[in-house]
């Protein structure tokens, strides 16, 4: 989503992509120039090879970018090698994540940039690849077989591009009942359950250790927004302001309720524990809160959302102390967001921002998660990132990792070129 609203510097608009081939002369020689980055990633040439030839089918004009195919239509591909290479050999990927972002950075690296957190889901039909199980599947709206990625997405007001990537494997993975197709996959002996958020935390670490992409803001939806581990990591980065979604039954106090120390007997031992004073009102949700504001406190600001166009929604915001155990937990900004219609659809987001963050801000930062949408979209449909057929995962990870470099590689051609667009970016094989 891009907000209509340009009153100040950081409220950037962040671009569309669009790139056509007859704006790119000789592509293919640019791709190699784009690999030349990545040949110290790979111990042989045979390697670096089909790294190029992989890729180079991912940009075709193939009704299925899975290896198969790919291996047929590119010169000197075979089906045999490429799947070795995709799914068992050795590559430096940490070398490759470091140098990715490295370009990122080059290309769309801003002061102003924000990470956004999210997962899409690849439906499967059977139950070998590794972490498939039937769970929501976002991509589809419901419940179904499928593999779940974690993402992290950079954007900014020059572009955005995946950066991250984590597969989610279900806690029954780890069971003794699934360790026969743990070793079938290949899942390496130090991976152990983690949730979403426990993963989306490792990367947010990693990202701000590393410094390799100046970042100023961190988006994510209500899954991540509800998890202390996520929200510690976030919060314990100096300078960075989060917008998370939250459900509209979590609980919070307009203003800083009263609370008292109770003294109370324990084992024999005098104890104390703090509780609501008797003067003070339980919490409400977010839900009974909004339902209470006047129509005088809510703007109406135009948003942009992906290829749908300009959407109106109305917005307000409250400072909001959340309810945790029945006690005050922490100040937040809640900013609330609501359709414009006779029987509105309402939208709950919280931010650590600071108390003098106007509206707009707000508004403009709801608007950024649209990036991620894009890159799940744009990779899926023209560089067959959900049409990958291997089980295992290396092999996962390795699809799609050269998916999100593809992506960047498109981006980079674009900015290159100076920003030059029209409607479709396939290159034939």
Known sequence: MLPDIRQTDYLYAVPKFE?????????????????????????????????????????????????????????????????????????????????????????????????????????????DSIGVARQYCGTIGKVDNCQVGVFAAYTSAHGYALIDKRLYIPEQWFSEDYSEKRE???????????????????????????????????????VYTTSPEFIEAVESLVGVTYLGQAPENTTCWPKQPDVVEKKYKYRGQTQTKKILSDNAKE?????????????????????SEG???????????????????????????????????????????????????????????????????????????????DQYEVRKFLGWNHHVLTCMLAHYFLWHLKIRLGGKSTSHYSIAA
């Not at 390697?47 to 180079?56: E, S």
């Not at 409400?284 to 909004?290: C, D, G, I, S, V």
């Open 19 to 127: 790139l056509d081939r007859s704006d790119v002369s000789a592509l293919l020689v640019e791709l190699k120039g784009f690999h030349e980055n990545f040949t110290d990633c790979f111990r042989r040439s045979e390697l670096r090879d089909n790294f190029f030839r992989y890729m180079a089918g991912q940009f075709s004009q193939l009704e299925r970018k899975s290896i198969e195919p790919i291996a047929f239509a590119i010169e000197g591909g075979r089906v045999r090698a490429m799947q070795r290479f995709v799914s068992d050999a050795t590559w430096d990927d940490e070398r490759i994540i470091d140098k990715y972002r490295s370009l990122v950075n080059d290309d769309i690296g801003h002061p102003d940039g924000a990470l956004i957190f999210d997962e899409s889901g690849f439906v499967k039909k059977g139950g």
């Open 184 to 222: 079938k996959c290949k899942l390496p002996a130090e991976i152990k359950f983690q949730t979403k958020p426990q993963l989306a935390a490792e990367m947010l670490k990693d990202l701000a250790e590393k410094q390799q992409i100046p970042f100023r803001y961190v988006l994510a939806d209500s």
């Open 283 to 303: 919490p409400m949700t977010f839900k009974a809160l909004a339902n209470r504001i006047n129509d005088f406190f809510w703007y109406r600001r135009k948003v």
């Open 307 to 385: 290829t749908k166009g300009p959407i109106e929604y109305e917005f307000t915001k409250r400072r909001v102390v959340l309810a945790h155990q029945g006690l005050p937990l922490k100040t937040v900004w809640l900013l609330i967001r609501r359709t414009i219609e006779n029987e509105p659809q309402y939208s709950y987001f919280i931010s650590n921002a600071p108390i003098s963050t106007r509206l707009e801000k707000f508004v403009w930062l709801s608007g950024l998660r649209w990036s991620i949408e894009q890159c799940f979209e744009e990779t899926k449909t023209e560089l067959g990132m």
